[in-house]
């Protein structure tokens, strides 16, 4: 009597499971193919941004010293750095660089190979490069060149230039080295005088001078931008001489540094801080900030100038800052001194006359 009641139940379970078996046929190729459209908009979101993105500004950089030698090039290489996180990374500028690039002709083969690789702009970053880069970038039309320290194009299209109005800062340095100096004898160290470091060398001097008459302010130019040991010998001789204040301008100075340190005489730095290197005698730095002319010229080169213009760093413009050591105590009417200085160049209140070219 039972069997009906177990055949019906039977098929009604059969009944409910073709049912359910139905529905989820039926529910899997929609699921299947909601997926399909989930993932395939996936990958067009993932496509788009990189066909939209566009390619970084791309520098490359030729140097005559390290990036880290606390001076010329270094100077250089964190305006780079800085442009770089200022733009938003490297993928959107991009730079590489050559450094210790002092012989002349080593350096121009890197930056004719530079410009076959199509970089947006290079950059030869010392004033011994002119001769090569005349030659080079009339054969690279659509290439920016750019070169310092100079104002000088050569009346090249493609080729732009820089330098630092660096007798600004050497007369301040000037001003407060000639307030500071017991001996009355300072003693300067330059390279070759050419570029920023003849007018820097040339501004300290006018500074010193013009604070102190009684000052004697001797020079030696060694020749060269990156002998360290000429310019360890050139200290050693104007220590020997009676100065108790030093400065000098190139890579080569950290030889001087080493000198003055050891017989504790007083340093003033130009083209990067030089505190880091002694603490205890480094009284000033004169600072370059190249970042505003990169952002000059790369703006020019978006907007299709190639090149034809001269950019110049001042204490006005920002460009070059006098950067005190904290750890140095600078009596405060000499501090006030260096400031009214600055604000002096910097409103025309004070003129700096350099001797005329011999």
Partial sequence: MKKPYVVLIGLLVLSLMFSSCATAATEEP???????????????????????????????????????DVAFSQSMYEALLFVQEKMGGADAFDFVYSEN???VDDAAAAIRDYATQGYDLVIAHGSQYGSSLQEIAPDFPDTSFAWGTTVDTFGIPNIFAYEAASQEGGYVNGVIAASLSTSKKIGVIGPIETGDAKLYVDGFKVGAE?????????????????????ASEAATTHIANGADVLTGSAQM??????????????????????????????VASQVYHWEGVLQEM??????????????????????????FNPDYALPDDVKALADSTVQGIIDGTITITLPAAE
Avoid: C, H, Y
């Avoid at 066909?51 to 390290?66: D, I, L």
């Avoid at 013009?210 to 000429?230: K, R, Y």
């Fill in 30 to 68: 929609a699921a299947a193919a909601e997926a399909a459209q989930v993932e395939e908009a996936a990958e067009e979101a993932e496509v788009a941004p990189m066909e939209e993105a566009a390619e970084p500004f791309r520098v490359a950089v030729v140097m005559p010293s390290a990036i880290n």
């Fill in 101 to 103: 690039m002092f012989v």
């Fill in 210 to 230: 013009a604070t102190d008459p009684a000052i004697e302010v001797s020079v030696n130019w060694t020749g060269s931008f990156s002998d360290v040991a000429l």
């Fill in 253 to 282: 100075v950290v030889g001087a540094i080493g000198k003055a340190q050891e017989s504790d005489v007083l340093w003033f730095g130009t083209q990067a801080n030089q505190t880091s290197l002694a603490p205890s005698i480094v």
């Fill in 298 to 323: 790369i703006g020019l080169i978006n907007a299709g100038t190639l090149g034809g213009q001269s950019f110049t760093l001042t204490l006005a413009n920002g460009g070059e800052v006098i950067e």
